[in-house]
Structures are given as structure tokens and as C-alpha cells.
């Protein structure tokens, strides 16, 4: 348990009187993998993030108990978390006129935590308007890898092909033979577990041994193998055996992963930082800069280039410029459109790398919310057993529109799911009554739940889309996004059948539904927004090439979630990394041979 | 080692027992060694001592929600509270249920009220729990959701009552069932 090392964030000095090879903005998955992957090719980098430096190592309590937290994990009096109603009786932004000092977006089950207050934005700096979206962002080193739920799943040629499978949006420029050797890479770097299922439209990877089921869990496994349909141990971005990187331990199953003190302190769990960003730290070839606000890509009034990157220094306010022969953007789906929008110029007068009208446009995500609850009868009253040491539950991979076509609604969805004893016996909320009574039946029933949720493909669409706000402003005068964006009828109806198969396939083994929940959440609830500056082959109707280079300004890339053309069921994360490993590999080929 | 359910009984029934001893006394007398809560009056607190404890009582299984501190803990969070309507909010359900008990024990409040009557005074506002109407309905489903978040956060809840089991280092083998 102590095999890990700790790395200060502290590397070369930034000179920002030198070009550097290439500048990276955002230190999350996306950014995190850029440098790791050009550093290694011996590209001088230096990387901005625009949270705070804070150390990490000193947030994370992993094996902290409930009682040995002042506040049992909650965050500090005046720290609000905007909650599922306030999302949605309220516009954004949701901050504004709010007497709590900080306010922040509600995530998962660490809302309102004492984790999360030093890794998520305060709304109050950060306002955005529009349409109602809760907008989940973390401006730290790692970004929301130090937040993230680590189900890394591959997406297959379901997804890189889904217009070719059934007409609809776009097909990637992409397929899945030229991703999967780079998912390959991701998985043997960064270490994942799982179980084999060969299943075409959710690949395996090479996984590391598997997180085991519970009880009620393997009780579904048995019964959807009858239905053609599969319950598999949580594919998660973990690494059970241990991989070679000296900052992170493998797995020992302490559990309660999500718990409210937060994180993993072994690093067993990926994040960003130790598992890319310190490696390439040791190469020499990386310079980071924190507190570093990204506000525009700036251009060569000559060649229509990018030169570089010009930032506000988040504590001192003061603006500074980064010079790069490079410019490779990765802050998130959301903020990177964001900064291509606010690049005006005058060979980019609607933005950088947008001459195609695209970016902002084509955004998409997962909707979720919809779900069920069940009991196993028989596992009332049995004793308590080590049922959450491990990052998750089961994942039920998508079941509709592969071979079936469904009347109501196109593409399709996977649930998330878990079951058995936790550190909190959530159906106390649900238990009526009081006394020895209702203190028994909590006690009975603890470790015989079963719940899985709804994780749909949002369809991307040219109408839903983000641009600037012509007036409201962030803390730091920079303008701020306004949303576009709403759920179709599509997602809806997907949603409607998300509760309808939750309950036949609980039904089918034998568990009792006891909840239903048809309640879709606010747009953006999955926190896996995507799109927004997609890939394509025609200029004209996309923002990057397959390599996720800017068909307008061929030494600017975009390879966060931006760049994905659908948003498929599958959460993102891994799929971001092995685009950005592919990407980074040709754009230091490219650089090499000076072509950019 | 695994334990059955049946040791764990016996054996967290005779720590509860010893727990419970000095507690008998629920109402604090003048110079006792408890602590002056930081927001309740001591009146306020005896009350919701005692309320926290008959939602979750000690059994033979585990202490309750006075061994397990769950008065004192709502106590600190909400003399720190940054929303000044939450403590109120206590407050006046707390003064709804003295309303309540007066009426319906003549005259007398909660803790003067006798056992027997106490109980009366929660299994009635209890059954209004799915569709609490009332002041002193509503103080139920409030109290009661802070005791069940305060006692299974508390060390007696999670380890004497839940056992729960995580937490720990697994170096081998994780616990579970392979799929297959």
C-alpha cells in the first residue's frame, strides 16, 4: 500500500518567452493523454489548466469513516449544491442572486461533499445561460478524471457506423479497426478489469482481472443469459493487477469507491495526473502552468495559423501569452467550443477552426435518469457480506435497434447498476415507520437491493447547440456559453422503454420490483456531453478531420469529446483517450515532417 | 473468521446493555456532565434526544440513536447552519410537537409525558408519514430523516448495527461471485 509515489506538480519552469513545441489546453483525460503522448515523442509541451494547483493527495480520505469527518462528508456551512428541482423550476444562471458564499453543480452521489469543493467550479465565478443544463466542470489538475465514475467502455462500429446501420446523423470518419489498436494501447497503459463477453457491439479490452458480482447480481446474469442479454462485472478504468507507473497501486478492494470524503488514494482508479500527466512530467519534455484561463487561440495575421494561446492568470487577473507551433485544445466538450467561439479573427471572423458554422453545434450527451429498483426475497435477512469493495456494480450493455428495430425511437442504451450491502443503507430513506421495527426491516433488507439506471444515446442534432452570450460575462470578463439544447422525442420514448425492459428483466429473475423511476434529469446530468465540434470527412458540414485536426488551420486539434460525432450509450472516457493517443501519434508525425 | 448472526447478536446485545447504562436518565439534571448543545435550548435537545432514540432504538443487535450521538450531531450542524430558516425550521416543529403533546396529555410536554404517552404522540404523527400535512407531521419525516442520516454515518450504526464489511484491504481475492 505504500508502493506509490508521490509527485509534486512541480516540473520545469514556464518561459513564456520560448515557442514550445505545442501547447495543451486542459489537463483532463483528453489533455492529460495529449501530453503524455507528444512528450513521449520528444515534443517540448507545455500544458495549461485553468483550476488551481491544489495538491490532490491531501483532498483524498480514502478510507475515511462517516464519523471521522466533522460533517460526515458534507461540504462546509455556505457550500450549496444546486439540486435536481432547482435545475429545473429555475433558468440558468443557477448562481446568480444566491446568498450561499459558494454554489456548486450538483455530481452523483458527491454533491454537496467536502471532496468535490476544491474540484468543481463555483458557479458564482462561472455562470452560463440558456436552456436548462446542469453543467458539471472541474478546474483542477486531472480535471473530472479526479471526479469521474470509471466505467470505461469501447464503442464499436454500432456507434462509428450508426448512420450506416440505420440511417440516421452521421457516420465517424472513423471505424473501429483504426481505434482499436489505440484502445489497446489506453488499456495497457492505464490498466481496466472486466470480464470477456464478446459482444460486437460493446468490444472487450484487454482487461485485468474482473471486479466479482454479488449475490442478486449473478441472479441477473443467469437470467438474461436466457434473454440474449448480458449483466457484466463494471468494466472499470481501474487497474486490478498493477500496471508499471510508480505513482499508482493496484486494487485491494477497500471499497466504497464513491464515498463522500472522495477519490482513490492508491490511484488505482485513473486520473489524469498520475496516470499521464506526472509520467510525462518525467520525461523533461513537460511544463505545466495552473490558474491558466484560456480565453483565445491566436493567429498569425499572415499565415491564418495558430500561434498560440493567450490565458488569464486566474489569481493575479493578469493575461499572459503562451507561443506554440502547436495548438491543441482539450478542456472539455463544452469550455473547447467555448474557446474556438471566442477566437475571432480576422481570417476566423465566426471563430477558430469554424468556418464550417459547426462548432458549437451537433452537442450531445446521455440521457439518463429512468430506472429500477428491486428485492430478492431470499436475500433478506442473510448476513452481511463484502459486497462493495469494488468500483461498481454491473453494466448491462445496449439491447435495442442491433438486430431488432424498435417503432418508437432510434439507437439505444445500457444500464448501470449495483446491488447488495454498502456503507449506507439507502433504503432507510424508503423504510416507513420507526422504532425496533423499522430499525430490523433497514437491518434485513440492507443487503437485498438491486437498482440499475438508464444511460441513453442523445441523438446529436444540428439545433441543439451552445454559442456566447452577448452579455453575461464570467469573474474573469471572459464571455460566458449560452445553451441551446433540450431532449427530443427520441429520448423520451427511449426513456419510457428504459423503465418498461428495467422491469421485464428484473421480473425475468425472479426480483420484485418495488421502484420505478420515470423521471428523466436535467440535461446534462450524465456529465458526458459531447459534439460539439465534430469529425467528418466534408469541410463543410464538420469542424475536424479524423485526426481531429481543424480542416480550416491544419496546426490546431481538438481531441476531447468535442470531436465525437454521436454520443452512442457508452460513457466516453476511454474512447476520448484512444482518439487522443491516435491523434497526438499523426500530429507528431506531421510535426516531425513539418507539416504543420 | 466469519461470525453468525447469532454471536453478533449476543455479543452486540451485552455491548449495548453496557452502553446504555449510564443513559438511563434521559432528561439531563442540572450539572450533569453532558455538553450544553450549541444550538438547542436543553429542553429542545432532551426532546430531540429522545425522539432520535425511539425512531432508532437501542435492540438486540446495536445501541440506538442517543449511544450513536444523533441529537448532538443534528445539534452541531445546525448551529453552524448557513440557512437560517433550517434551524428555525426545527424550532418550530420542535414547539409544534409541545403543542401536540399538551393537547393531547393535559398539558404536559414531551419528556413530562409519560413513556406510554410519548409513544402515542409518534405512532400518531407517524402515520402521516406518506402525506404529512400537519407542523408537528412534518417535525417526523424532518427528525427523522436526520436521525437515519446521523446514525447509519455513526460509528454504532455502521459497525454495530450494519457490520458492515468494506473498508478494508482485500490483498488476495476480492470478495464476490465470478461471472460465468
New interface residues.
Partial sequence: ?TLIRFRSDQGPEVDLSKTYDAVVVGSGAAGGMAAHVLTSQGMKVLLLEAGKKIDVNAELRS?E???DH????NA???Y?AIRFNEYNIRQPPYAKGSA??HVFSYVGGWGGSDYVKNILVDEKDNPYTGTKYAWVRARVLGGKTNIWGRLALRLSDYDFKGKTHDGYGEDWPISYADVAPYYDKVDLLLGISG?KENLPHLPDSLFQ???????A??KL?KALQGMGRTA??YRAGVT?DGVKNKYRSKC?????CGRRPGGCDIHAAFDSPTGLIYPAMDTGNLTLRTNATAHEVLVDPNTGKARGVSFIDSQNLKTYVAKAKVVIVAASTLESARLLLLSKSRQHPNGIGNSSGHVGHNFCEHVMGPGVTGMVKELVGT????????PGGFYVPRFRNLQDKQPGFVRGYGFEGGAG?????DS??DT?????Q???S??DH?GAFINMGGFGEVLARYENYVDLDPVEKDRWGIPALRFHYQFSDNEKKMCEDMVAAGKEMFEAAGIEVIGEDKTIRTEGWSIHELGTSRMGNDPKTSVLNQFQQSHDVKNLFVVDGSSHVSASCQNPTWTIMALAWRSCEHLADEFKRGNL | M?I??REMLQRTAAAAAAASLPLANVVPSPGSQAPKPKFFTPAEFALVDEMSD????T?G?SA?ARAAGVAA?ID??LA???EKDEPQRWRAGIAAIEALSREMNGGKTFMQASAEQRLAL?TRI?AA??DAKSDAEKFFKQI??ST???Y????IG?QD???????????GD??????T
Fill in positions: 500500500m478510507m469513516w462517516p464519523y466533522p460533517r460526515r462528508g462546509p456551512p455556505g450549496h450561499f458564499k470480464h482481472r474482473p471486479n466479482k458480482l454479488t449475490a447480481e449473478v446474469r457484466t462485472p486490478t485491494f478492494g477497500r471499497g466504497a448476513e452481511p457480506t463484502l459486497d462493495d469493495g469494488k450491502f454498502s456503507i449506507f443503507p432507510a430513506w416507513p415507520g420507526f422504532g425496533g423499522f430499525k430490523k433497514v437491518r440492507a | 466469519t453468525s448472526r425511539m425512531i432508532i432504538p435492540d443487535e440506538g450531531y452541531g450542524r453552524e447552519a448557513f409518534l407517524a408519514e406518506s427523522k430523516g437515519i442520516q446521523a447509519y454515518t455513526s460509528k455502521i448495527d450494519q457490520h458492515y464489511k468494506g473498508n478494508v484491504i482485500q490483498p476480492y470478495a464476490g461471485y465470478d461471472a
